[in-house]
């Protein structure tokens, strides 16, 4: 078994952030988001990683080289991103007809990864959505068996979607449905589809069975993804010692990353400090805050703060890229 994990994205709905840090490298509950996913694999036995990377791609590679350096990696990159469809074709020569689970880098599912593995057969995760018209849905009879998939349907016949985790076992078919959908041009939104390859699949006769899974934690823009923060510490029982921080309340949960330098603040809840951070005289509740940043005098509410970010003067709430220095005095 293969793990395929895209991390190509540019991450337009995170800028400024993206603009310096993939999505997937955004601190999150003590952890990234890439590392959540790679433990949660690793944990079910998976060894060997295909990494689809472009932009900030270097960052990605040298993240798994000196965190995960456990692993076996391997790194392929995407020039002109144009879908999930097209970035999973680029790792064909590497899957070489094995097994695999494709899971995408900017979202975090909490399901029985091993049942599924163990399980025979090709199989897809799917939630029950609010608004199905904004991802690819399944349609499933009363087996639990897929027996039509769109992309983004402007009329949907289901409500049930395509969470972005995809254990797949005809992987010949999979690269060829693929390689022709891409000869075609077959876009969806402007884009080569894993959904669009899936359904091919399933006109050539191949069998996919639903799982659903239990959460379903989205990085893709801030309100998301400092939902998910919140979530994610109370799940992981995050916990920082107020005693190293003179005169600091801490309203757990709270993920305070090593080397911080804290006084005369109040932090919490829902707060994750970025390593080597540096705070005196402020109060930031639900927020997280990138490492190596420096903030003075300012309250912070529901915000997301890049990494070597420079914040003085008092405020509410802010979306602020990496390398910024702002005095609000």
């Known amino acids: 078994m293969k793990a395929i994990i895209p991390v190509a994205g540019t991450g337009t709905k995170l800028r400024p952030h993206s603009y310096t840090q993939p999505k997937a490298l955004i601190p999150l509950a003590d952890k990234t988001v890439l590392s959540i996913i790679i433990d949660q694999l690793k944990d079910a036995g998976v060894d060997e990683f295909i990494f689809i990377i472009g932009y900030l791609g270097d960052k990605i590679y040298h993240y798994i080289k000196d965190k995960h350096s456990d692993i076996i990696a391997h790194f392929v990159g995407q020039e002109d991103r144009r879908g999930v469809g097209h970035a999973i074709s680029l790792a064909k020569d590497l899957v070489k007809g094995d097994e695999i689970l494709i899971t995408l880098g900017d979202t975090i599912c909490e399901y029985d990864v091993n049942e599924v593995l163990r399980t025979e057969g090709s199989y897809i995760g799917v939630r029950k959505v609010d608004n199905p018209r904004d991802f690819g849905v399944a349609e499933i009879d009363n087996n639990g068996i897929i027996e039509s998939v769109i992309e983004k349907p402007h009329i949907p016949k289901s409500n049930m979607a395509m969470v972005g985790v ?164």
């Not at 006109?203 to 979530?231: H, M, Q």
């Not at 990138?290 to 509410?316: M, P």
């Open 166 to 329: 995809y254990k797949i076992v005809e992987t010949d078919i999979l690269f060829s449905c693929l390689e022709k959908n891409i000869t075609a041009g077959l876009l969806t939104h402007g884009e080569f589809s894993i959904t669009d390859a899936i359904h091919c699949m399933i006109e050539k006769g191949v069998t996919f069975r639903s799982f659903k899974v239990d959460n379903w934690f989205d990085a893709g823009n801030k309100e998301t993804l400092l939902k998910s923060n919140a979530t994610l510490l109370k799940k992981f029982g995050v916990e920082a010692d107020p005693s190293k921080y003179p005169n600091t309340v801490l309203i757990p949960p709270v993920s305070i990353g090593v080397g911080c330098s804290i006084e005369n603040c109040i932090i919490g809840p829902n707060v994750t400090l970025g390593e080597y951070t540096n705070m005196a005289q402020s109060i930031v509740k639900n927020s997280i805050v990138g490492a190596y940043s420096n903030l003075y005098d300012i309250v912070l509410e529901d915000s997301l703060i890049g990494s070597d970010t420079s914040l003085k003067g008092e405020s509410r709430s802010l979306n602020i890229g990496d390398n910024t220095s702002i005095d609000l005095g």
